[in-house]
């Protein structure tokens, strides 16, 4: 039984999108081809005349210790020598990092960060910003965490294939992703 062809033929969006190259009139002369096996022995011996003189110019060379410190995490044991975060869950261990304060933080000063750019007419008229929760803070983190699990080409087919919409709606992310904001320092007077 004979086997099907495929159809071979490069897509639009990937085919090279360059203009065909030019053909060369017969008057034109052709640049001669240099043959790589080919090489002139005094451009040789001048290159490395050249690297022995600046070599023997220089001071002596100092040796570099590749001895590295020894690091010791005291932070990580307690008195007794056993390590403290042994057996923590995932959500234990992210709330190392993330404590309800630091939560509580990130949503104060990404509304601040937001009340202060709605303050120019343009911000205004494109976006209607609901002030974000602590729990939103949450789930925006859970999904840029989720981003880094599961790499897509486009943003957008997260919310397509992965159905994140059952979360934060895709819009509500741009929008808190825009002002998402660590620390009070204030807008620049004409940024956008």
Not at 79 to 89: D, N
Request: net charge positive.
């Amino acid at each position: 039984m004979p086997r099907p062809q495929r159809n071979t033929q490069i897509p639009l969006r990937y085919r090279d999108s360059s203009p065909p190259p030019t053909q060369r009139s017969n008057n034109q002369a052709k640049r001669p081809k240099n043959d790589s096996k080919i090489v002139d022995r005094n451009q040789v011996d001048q290159a490395l005349a050249v690297i022995e003189a600046t070599e023997g110019a220089d001071e002596p060379s100092t040796p570099i210790s590749t001895e590295l410190p020894q690091f010791k995490a005291n932070y990580v044991e307690n008195r007794a020598g056993a390590p403290r975060y042994t057996g923590l869950s995932a959500l234990a261990f992210f709330q190392l990092f993330f404590s309800d304060f630091v939560i509580e933080m990130l949503s104060k000063e990404t509304n601040k960060y937001a009340a202060a750019k709605l303050q120019n007419p343009i911000f205004l008229k494109k976006c209607h910003w609901v002030p974000i929760t602590p729990a939103e803070i949450l789930v925006f983190i859970g999904i840029n965490l989720y981003f880094g699990l599961y790499h897509l080409a486009v943003r957008s087919d997260y919310w397509k294939f992965h159905n994140l919409g059952q979360f934060m709606s895709r819009d509500r992310w741009i929008l808190i992703h825009r002002f998402f904001s660590t620390h009070s320092a204030p807008a620049p007077p004409n940024a956008p």
